[in-house]
């Protein structure tokens, strides 16, 4: 699953990535980070799903909180890599002409119930890509690769054979959706909605983009108000006096 840098590292706001922050920034034990990086990695049908005489949620709880607990909890410092690393990189316009012109065909792969990493970045990114790059939507969420693996394969597979038959760019991604023999949705374009272009409908759009910019804003100033918040817990504690024991004589 792809997104670029910036805003768009920023997931869609609404009450289930409310409650999942809440409870990744009050995560202190890998048992509690566990079910939340579950929620967050996978889809609840995907973890619903029966593995013998369990659920494969109970399965992967078990190996998730082993592996954190063997490499230990994130670092504070180790977190601020990750956002600025996350909101700092970028794919350039020269970058992505220089993969239009290298002469390989490109497929982007995402999962529609990702809650980190949005669709619509993913389609954009497609878009930019034309006519090389063709979007391909699969059933899973930030790990759909982990949970779709056979269709994520064969999808690869698909682009190999393209590329070994010498396909023409235009012919890889000018393919018809939902004609790949994964059963994934394809399509070289993203999905667009056509809209009315009356006084009413170029009002509904001016709301629109008004809100999206909102929201934007709000989690911008929330994450500031939030690192913000961290930063001044640890001087709290840089500067927290430490009691030493008296030393009987």
Same mark, same amino acid.
């Given at each position: 699953?792809?997104?670029?840098?910036?805003?768009?590292?920023?997931?869609?706001?609404?009450?289930?990535?409310?409650? /999942? =922050?809440? +409870?990744?920034?009050?995560?202190?034990?890998?048992? %509690?980070?566990?079910?939340?990086? &579950?929620?967050? @990695?996978?889809?609840?049908?995907?973890?619903?799903?029966?593995?013998?005489?369990?659920?494969?949620?109970?399965?992967?709880?078990?190996?998730?909180?082993?592996?954190?607990?063997?490499?230990?909890?994130?670092?504070?410092?180790?977190?601020?890599?990750?956002?600025?690393?996350?909101?700092?990189?970028?794919?350039?316009?020269?970058?992505?002409?220089?993969?239009?012109?290298?002469?390989?065909?490109?497929?982007?792969?995402?999962?529609?119930?990702?809650?980190?990493?949005?669709?619509?970045?993913?389609?954009? /990114? =497609?878009? +930019?890509?034309?006519?090389?790059?063709?979007?391909? %939507?699969?059933?899973?969420?930030? &790990?759909?690769? @982990?949970?779709?693996?056979?269709?994520?394969?064969?999808?690869?597979?698909?682009?190999?054979?393209?590329?070994?038959?010498?396909?023409?760019?235009?012919?890889?991604?000018?393919?018809?959706?939902?004609?790949?023999?994964?059963?994934?949705?394809?399509?070289?374009?993203?999905?667009?909605?056509?809209?009315?272009?009356?006084?009413?409908?170029?009002?509904?759009?001016?709301?629109?983009?008004?809100?999206?910019?909102?929201?934007?804003?709000?989690?911008?100033?929330?994450?500031?108000?939030?690192?913000?918040?961290?930063?001044? +817990?640890?001087?709290?504690?840089?500067?927290?006096?430490?009691?030493?024991?008296?030393?009987?004589?």
């Amino acid at each position: 699953n792809v997104t670029g840098g910036g805003f768009q590292c920023f997931p869609k706001l609404d009450g289930q990535m409310l409650s /999942l =922050a809440f +409870r990744f920034l009050r995560a202190r034990t890998p048992e %509690e980070r566990a079910l939340v990086d &579950l929620e967050t @990695h996978y889809t609840k049908e995907y973890l619903d799903e029966k593995v013998g005489s369990c659920t494969r949620r109970t399965i992967l709880y078990q190996e998730y909180v082993k592996g954190i607990s063997s490499t230990g909890m994130q670092s504070n410092c180790g977190f601020e890599g990750q956002v600025n690393a996350c909101w700092t990189h970028n794919m350039t316009t020269k970058e992505l002409d220089t993969i239009r012109s290298a002469g390989f065909l490109v497929s982007v792969i995402h999962g529609r119930s990702d809650i980190i990493a949005q669709l619509c970045h993913a389609r954009r /990114l =497609a878009e +930019r890509l034309i006519p090389v790059a063709r979007m391909v %939507e699969l059933h899973g969420a930030h &790990l759909v690769s @982990h949970e779709r693996p056979e269709e994520v394969n064969n999808a690869l597979m698909e682009l190999i054979k393209a590329t070994k038959s010498m396909m023409k760019p235009e012919e890889w991604s000018s393919q018809p959706e939902n004609s790949s023999e994964t059963g994934a949705l394809i399509s070289a374009r993203p999905v667009s909605v056509t809209i009315r272009t009356d006084d009413g409908g170029n009002a509904a759009i001016a709301v629109y983009n008004l809100l999206a910019k909102l929201q934007l804003s709000f989690l911008y100033v929330i994450g500031v108000i939030l690192m913000g918040f961290e930063h001044m +817990r640890n001087i709290v504690k840089v500067m927290k006096p430490v009691r030493v024991a008296a030393i009987e004589s």
